[in-house]
């Protein structure tokens, strides 16, 4: 599951971009891997 905190509780703008940016970086990584178990070509 994916963690929209750092596990401090912070609920700050700074600890929610950082979350954002954290999430975002592990969707493109299961998506990438998704797309290449399935064939798909890769997307530029």
Same mark, same amino acid.
């Given at each position: 599951?994916?963690?929209? =905190?750092? =596990?401090? !509780? *912070? *609920? %700050?703008? #700074? #600890? &929610?971009?950082? @979350? %954002?940016?954290?999430?975002?970086?592990?969707? @493109? +990584?299961?998506? !990438? %891997?998704?797309?290449? &178990? +399935? !064939?798909?070509?890769?997307? %530029?």
């Amino acid at each position: 599951p994916f963690q929209a =905190g750092d =596990g401090s !509780g *912070r *609920r %700050t703008r #700074a #600890a &929610l971009d950082q @979350a %954002t940016e954290r999430i975002q970086k592990r969707l @493109a +990584t299961h998506l !990438g %891997t998704a797309r290449r &178990l +399935t !064939g798909r070509p890769e997307q %530029t």
